[in-house]
């Protein structure tokens, strides 16, 4: 089993050592720097990881270059900020290995208070029940830790490079038929301030993301479907 980690990365250089360290033995972490100003691609190059440069801004950029950049069998996706445990991937890649799920996502759960800030929790609420309401997913959080099938995640031609991506993801799973399913992950104080979730205003940006991608239409795939060089849909 060959297991990639894609990390998107900025400006995380004070988190970095303790995440690649953390990363399971014989899995290979995939940095994705996405314009740092801290040297935190050199740092994860002397620490062994994967670098790859996206100069697009946009998580979404981040970990979809990471996504066409890996090529093991099982791509995990997990923050690189400190707030969570790469050593608890094997925990999520088990389901989709043995074949009893396609997609596992980890489910946040706060190990103190200020770990998870309340504002950015509401937004995930109301995100994961219009969730419900668009997919029948009874999700309770849509994290950033996952994993799945590479060919599978090129498959389901993942067009959103912002904030949506996270959701495009599951949307469009939900949509192929695939099987996801979720699991307690511990969640950890962040190193540094979140780019995304820091500010309401940030939080703001999120939602507005997400919501736009729940808002499109549902794409029914025949068996037919075919992956392109550039990892999107092919009809």
């Given at each position: 089993?060959?297991?990639?980690?894609?990390?998107?990365?900025?400006?995380?250089?004070?988190?970095?050592?303790?995440?690649?360290?953390?990363?399971?033995?014989?899995?290979?972490?995939?940095?994705?720097?996405?314009?740092?100003?801290?040297?935190?691609?050199?740092?994860?190059?002397?620490?062994?990881?994967?670098?790859?440069?996206?100069?697009?801004?946009?998580?979404?950029?981040?970990?979809?270059?990471?996504?066409?950049?890996?090529?093991?069998?099982?791509?995990?996706?997990?923050?690189?900020?400190?707030?969570?445990?790469?050593?608890?991937?094997?925990?999520?890649?088990?389901?989709?290995?043995?074949?009893?799920?396609?997609?596992?996502?980890?489910?946040?759960?706060?190990?103190?208070?200020?770990?998870?800030?309340?504002?950015?929790?509401?937004?995930?609420?109301?995100?994961?029940?219009?969730?419900?309401?668009?997919?029948?997913?009874?999700?309770?959080?849509?994290?950033?830790?996952?994993?799945?099938?590479?060919?599978?995640?090129?498959?389901?031609?993942?067009?959103?490079?912002?904030?949506?991506?996270?959701?495009?993801?599951?949307?469009?799973?939900?949509?192929?038929?695939?099987?996801?399913?979720?699991?307690?992950?511990?969640?950890?104080?962040?190193?540094?301030?979140?780019?995304?979730?820091?500010?309401?205003?940030?939080?703001?940006?999120?939602?507005?993301?997400?919501?736009?991608?729940l808002d499109e239409p549902a794409i029914?795939?025949?068996?037919?479907?075919?992956?392109?060089?550039?990892?999107?849909?092919?009809?």
């Amino acid at each position: 089993m060959t297991v990639d980690v894609v990390l998107p990365c900025l400006d995380e250089a004070e988190a970095l050592p303790w995440v690649l360290a953390r990363v399971p033995a014989g899995w290979r972490a995939i940095v994705v720097d996405n314009g740092s100003t801290d040297g935190s691609p050199d740092l994860a190059a002397e620490l062994g990881a994967t670098v790859v440069h996206e100069p697009r801004r946009g998580f979404g950029a981040a970990s979809h270059a990471g996504l066409l950049a890996a090529d093991a069998e099982f791509v995990c996706f997990c923050d690189c900020d400190a707030s969570l445990d790469p050593g608890l991937l094997p925990g999520l890649v088990a389901p989709v290995a043995d074949g009893s799920a396609d997609l596992v996502l980890g489910r946040r759960r706060p190990t103190r208070r200020g770990a998870w800030p309340v504002h950015a929790r509401a937004g995930n609420l109301a995100l994961a029940r219009l969730l419900r309401r668009r997919t029948g997913l009874r999700l309770r959080d849509l994290g950033p830790m996952r994993a799945a099938r590479r060919e599978g995640l090129l498959g389901l031609g993942l067009t959103d490079r912002r904030s949506g991506y996270p959701l495009q993801m599951v949307v469009r799973a939900a949509d192929a038929g695939w099987r996801v399913r979720e699991t307690d992950v511990p969640y950890l104080p962040r190193a540094g301030r979140s780019k995304v979730t820091g500010t309401w205003k940030g939080t703001w940006q999120a939602v507005h993301d997400m919501r736009t991608v729940l808002d499109e239409p549902a794409i029914v795939r025949g068996p037919e479907a075919a992956v392109s060089p550039e990892g999107g849909f092919r009809p």
